[in-house]
C-alpha cells in the first residue's frame, strides 16, 4: 500500500487510479509529437527535463479513444518514463486495495474505493511489462 | 564537439536529422544525374506513411553508406542553430525496426535522428 496516497484521474472516459509516488509530474496539455511508424500503444513524443517521453495512446486502457484529455501525468518507473494522458485529477487516501472483478483484464493491481466509487488501480510494472518497456 | 547536421525535409513540416558526415552528397532537382538517381532511390514519404508536399522542391540524398534517399528538401545545420539530442528506446518502435534513435530539440525545432541502416 503506498504511503503517499493514490492519484485518481479519468482516461477516456474511465476512471483510474495509481500510485501517487510513482508520479514524477502532472501538466496541462500539450500535443505530443507524433511519431511515424511506431509501437500501436504510443501516442507520441514529449520532451520534458531533457528526456524525450513516450505518451501512451489515448484509451489504449480501455480500447477505446476519447480525444478529452485535459492533462498528461508523467510516471516514473524503474528508471523510465512514461506520460499518461486524462482529465480531473485528485488525489485519494491509502487504503487496502480489494481483489479485481474477474471480467477486468489488464494491468491492474486491484480496486480502490473512492467517493466516486470502486475504481482500478494501476500497476506500473504489469503495464510496463505488457508496453515492451522493461 | 557535437557533430553538425543535415535537416531532411518529409512530410509537411516533419524533419529527420543526419549527421552530415553520413552524407556524401545532395543532389537538387535539375541537377544533371538528379533524374537518374531518383529513379532508384528510397521515398521518405513512402518509408514513413506520410503525404508529400507537393511545395517542396524534391532532393535525392547520396549517403556514405551507398543508400540513396529522396526528401522534399535538405538544409545544413546553422551555425547559431543549437540543438540537443534526445535518445529514443526501441522498443517504442514494437516489432518494426527502429528507423529513429532519438531526436533533437531546439529553439522551436524538432527532428527525428535517424537510424539509417533501418531504413530500407
Known amino acids: ?134 | 564537439m557535437s557533430p553538425a547536421w543535415v535537416f531532411l525535409l518529409v512530410g509537411t513540416g516533419e524533419e529527420l536529422a543526419v549527421p552530415h558526415t553520413s552524407i556524401y552528397r545532395i543532389l537538387h532537382r535539375g541537377a544533371p544525374e538528379f533524374s537518374a538517381y531518383a529513379a532508384g532511390a528510397l521515398d521518405l514519404n513512402d518509408f514513413l506513411g506520410l503525404p508529400g508536399d507537393p511545395s517542396c522542391p524534391g532532393v535525392v540524398v547520396l549517403l556514405a553508406s551507398g543508400q540513396i534517399w529522396m526528401a522534399g528538401n535538405a538544409v545544413m545545420q546553422g551555425a547559431g542553430d543549437q540543438v540537443s539530442y534526445l535518445a529514443l528506446r526501441p522498443e517504442l518502435f514494437a516489432n518494426a525496426r527502429p528507423w529513429c534513435r532519438g531526436v533533437l530539440v531546439g529553439k522551436g525545432r524538432w527532428a527525428f535522428v535517424v537510424e539509417e541502416a533501418a531504413v530500407a
Open chain 1, 1 to 134: 500500500m503506498p504511503d503517499s496516497g493514490y492519484l485518481v484521474f479519468s482516461s477516456a472516459g474511465r476512471t483510474v487510479a495509481l500510485p501517487a509516488e510513482s508520479v514524477r509530474t502532472i501538466q496541462g496539455w500539450t500535443s505530443p509529437k507524433a511519431l511515424p511508424r511506431c509501437a500501436p500503444w504510443v501516442e507520441g513524443i514529449l520532451v520534458g527535463q531533457g528526456e524525450a517521453v513516450p505518451v501512451l495512446r489515448d484509451g489504449h486502457l480501455w480500447g477505446v479513444r476519447s480525444g478529452t484529455a485535459e492533462i498528461i501525468v508523467v510516471v516514473l518507473r524503474e528508471g523510465r518514463n512514461l506520460a499518461l494522458l486524462g482529465k480531473d485529477p485528485q488525489m485519494a487516501s491509502s487504503g487496502p486495495l480489494s481483489p479485481m472483478e474477474k471480467d477486468l483484464d489488464g494491468p491492474w493491481s486491484g480496486m480502490l474505493w473512492d467517493s466516486s466509487g470502486e475504481v482500478p488501480c494501476l500497476d506500473l510494472g504489469k503495464l510496463y511489462m505488457t508496453l515492451g518497456l522493461h
